[in-house]
C-alpha cells in the first residue's frame, strides 16, 4: 500500500482525489497549502510514496514547494 500526499487548496477536488485513491487500497494525506505540505515533509520528516501537487496554491505555490524539496 502507498502513501499518496495530495497537496490542494480547493476542497472538494482533494476529497475526490482522496476518495479515489483510498479506494484503490491507499493512504492519502490531504495539505490545503505549500507551507503545509513543506511541513509534512521536512518538519515532520513524514514519508510518502508520492505526491499530488497543485501548483496554483495560495502562500506558497506548487512551484515553490518542489524547488524547496
Given at each position: 500500500?502507498?502513501?499518496?500526499?495530495?497537496?490542494?487548496?480547493?476542497?472538494?477536488?482533494?476529497?475526490?482525489?482522496?476518495?479515489?485513491?483510498?479506494?484503490?487500497?491507499?493512504?492519502?494525506?490531504?495539505?490545503?497549502?505549500?507551507?503545509?505540505?513543506?511541513?509534512?515533509l521536512l518538519k515532520d520528516k513524514e514519508v510518502f510514496d508520492?505526491?499530488?501537487?497543485?501548483?496554483?496554491?495560495?502562500?506558497?505555490?506548487g512551484f515553490a514547494v518542489a524547488t524547496e524539496l
Amino acid at each position: 500500500m502507498s502513501r499518496v500526499l495530495i497537496v490542494e487548496d480547493e476542497a472538494h477536488l482533494a476529497d475526490g482525489l482522496r476518495f479515489n485513491i483510498q479506494a484503490e487500497g491507499h493512504t492519502a494525506r490531504v495539505a490545503g497549502d505549500g507551507f503545509t505540505a513543506i511541513d509534512l515533509l521536512l518538519k515532520d520528516k513524514e514519508v510518502f510514496d508520492a505526491m499530488i501537487l497543485d501548483v496554483m496554491l495560495p502562500g506558497k505555490d506548487g512551484f515553490a514547494v518542489a524547488t524547496e524539496l
